[in-house]
């Protein structure tokens, strides 16, 4: 691996959707996994062409319900029956179907905070600053361009031989990304 100091990556556009979906294909089975695509719509299977299939959110969505739970029902415990009891009609002090309303619903706020909060963290955001955003072409990624940026943390990433490799894949142009 080079040292590429003040370099992000190499960044290739492509003439269209097809392309830039056999490109990722490539790149990933060269090996490359420090990737990304940037497209204006999304491209069905273009995730799974980059490598990306596994993701973290479900098992941390789990993990914020179950916890939810777990703090909406020990609440109630600790006030009725730890803090505070009150013996109403000889009903039992941990009377928990009457409980089942509040511990639902702080199964669900805890669950879709995670699953947001999860995403934003999980995503690196919020990011005000890419280094793409130093390439005057990368605009057009919100209206008709196809791009696909391989970053120089990446392994294999060698300046020369990537940017070779890139300009096989028949891009319109493979552009240096400036730190």
């Given at each position: 691996m080079e040292?590429?100091?003040?370099?992000?990556?190499?960044?290739?556009?492509?003439?269209?959707?097809?392309?830039?979906l056999q490109a990722a294909r490539s790149v990933h089975e060269a090996g490359?996994?420090?990737?990304?695509?940037?497209?204006?719509?999304?491209?069905?299977?273009?995730?799974?062409?980059?490598?990306?299939?596994r993701t973290r959110m479900p098992l941390l969505i789990l993990i914020g319900g179950v916890t939810g739970a777990l703090c909406g029902f020990g609440l109630q415990y600790y006030c009725a029956v730890l803090s505070y009891?009150?013996?109403?009609a000889g009903r039992p002090l941990n009377s928990w179907p009457s409980w089942i309303p509040v511990t639902f619903e702080m199964t669900i706020l805890l669950a879709s905070l995670?699953?947001?909060?999860?995403?934003?963290?999980?995503?690196?955001?919020?990011?005000?600053?890419?280094?793409?955003f130093n390439v005057p072409r990368f605009s057009r990624a919100t209206r008709d361009g196809f791009f696909l940026c391989i970053e120089s943390l990446d392994p294999r990433f060698e300046r020369t031989a990537t940017r070779d490799f890139l300009a096989g894949l028949n891009p319109r142009e493979v552009l240096e990304v400036p730190q």
């Open positions: 040292n590429n100091p003040g370099l992000y990556g190499l960044l290739a556009e492509f003439e269209n959707p097809k392309a830039l490359y996994t420090r990737i990304d695509a940037y497209s204006p719509f999304p491209i069905e299977g273009l995730s799974d062409a980059m490598g990306f299939r009891p009150i013996n109403v995670t699953a947001v909060f999860g995403l934003l963290a999980l995503c690196g955001l919020p990011m005000p600053y890419h280094p793409l």
